[in-house]
């Protein structure tokens, strides 16, 4: 059964960084592709970054500089590290399966960036 | 950046009834197009991609039509678990962008 467990989110201070985990079971993250989406409070969805089967990595431009896609193979885990935090960073944080549609989503893990 | 929009905003339906959900991109996006339905607290599934391709697992009741920029995606007859916001996304070009979504609502 294919899943994902997204976690690190928290509250965290404009400014600072954070690293989200995706830890994903029944499929292999390094021959997939593994995206972030997120969805503040109340709002629609964004497409925030990708990473390809073969390492390529691509951002939205809300992110792009701040922000980080990496994976471990061996803990086939995907990961987001968030720099330079801002207030409308505040959101569910998704990762998600996918090259042209995203078949699979976790549950999400919230981060709210606030003094 | 592709803009998706989707029409109505709302749509205030009754058990049973037929709903017919809008998405226009602001340039073709051939068929490379999907949609989700979101329920609070939950994660988005996905329900159609290719604009016509039922996900695995997704009533028949839910169908994809569309090409280009005018897609739609309707359900027959609404069941009760039915009622969600609906978002449609697009995978032509990067980055890859979502509709504000269609909240399906009881009338």
């Known amino acids: 059964e294919v899943q994902l467990v997204e976690s690190g989110g928290g509250l965290i201070q404009p400014g600072g960084s954070l690293r989200l985990s995706c830890a994903a079971s029944?499929?292999?993250?390094?021959?997939?592709?593994m995206n972030w989406v997120r969805q503040a409070p109340g709002k629609g969805l964004e497409w925030v970054s990708v990473?390809?089967?073969?390492?390529?990595?691509y951002f939205a431009d809300s992110v792009k500089g701040r922000f980080t896609i990496s994976r471990d193979n061996s803990k086939n885990t995907v990961y987001l590290q968030m720099n330079s935090l801002r207030a409308e960073d505040t959101a569910v944080y998704y990762c998600?399966?996918?090259?042209?549609?995203?078949?699979?989503w976790g549950q999400g893990t919230l981060v709210t960036v606030s003094s | 950046e592709i803009v998706l929009t989707q029409s109505p905003a709302t749509l205030s339906l009754s058990p049973g009834e037929r709903a017919t959900l809008s998405c226009r991109a602001s340039?073709?996006?051939?068929?490379?197009l999907a949609w989700y339905q979101q329920k609070p607290g939950q994660a988005p599934r996905l329900l159609i991609y290719?604009?016509?391709d039922r996900a695995t697992g997704i009533p028949a009741r839910f169908s994809g039509s569309g090409s280009g920029t005018d897609f739609t995606l309707t359900i027959s007859s609404l069941e009760p678990e039915d009622f969600a916001v609906y978002y449609c996304?697009?995978?032509?070009?990067?980055?890859?962008?979502f509709g504000p979504g269609t909240k399906v609502d009881i009338k």
């Open positions: 290719d604009a016509s």
């Open positions: 340039q073709s996006v051939s068929s490379y």
């Open positions: 990473i390809y089967s073969g390492g390529t990595t």
């Open positions: 998600a399966r996918g090259y042209s549609e995203l078949d699979y």
């Open positions: 029944g499929f292999t993250v390094s021959t997939n592709y």
């Open positions: 996304q697009q995978r032509s070009n990067w980055p890859l962008t």
